[in-house]
Nanobody
Framework: QVQLVESGGGLVQAGGSLTLSCAAS????????MGWFRQAPGKEREFVAA????????YYEDSVKGRFTISIDNAKTTVYLQMNSLNPEDTAVYYC??????????????????WGQGTQVTVSS
């Protein structure tokens, strides 16, 4: 089993920044990807960003490109999402995810193997 624990959510004004963290523990895999999804009230959960465990490949949803940056630490167990220029449309519960396989598969299938509990991000106008 894998446990994913998120932190860093909160309330921020439009134009501000937040950094989310997600620490993974438990089983390890040779090939894996970690990423972030979000779900706003009344909407479906959507893909935000993914990074390969090798720290070579990154993917972003179009609306966050140039504003959000996903990264992974040297131990390859903690993934971060640096969010800049936040706007009210970014308000959502953000979920950390881990997929056994390539990062591209997380972007395409939107079906990771493990989920975190979610952390609320609220952007006020």
């Amino acid at each position: 089993q894998v446990q994913l624990v998120e932190s860093g959510g909160g309330l921020v004004q439009a134009g501000g920044s937040l950094t989310l963290s997600c620490a993974a523990s438990g089983r390890t895999f040779d090939t894996y990807a970690m990423g972030w999804f979000r779900q706003a009230p009344g909407k479906e959960r959507e893909f935000v960003a993914a990074i390969s465990g090798s720290n070579i490949v990154r993917y972003y949803e179009d609306s966050v490109k140039g504003r959000f940056t996903i990264s992974i630490d040297n131990a390859k167990t903690t993934v971060y999402l640096q969010m800049n220029s936040l706007n009210p449309e970014d308000t959502a519960v953000y979920y950390c995810a881990l997929l056994k396989g390539a990062a591209q598969r997380m972007r395409i299938t939107k079906a990771p193997d493990y989920w975190g509990q979610g952390t609320q991000v609220t952007v006020s106008s």
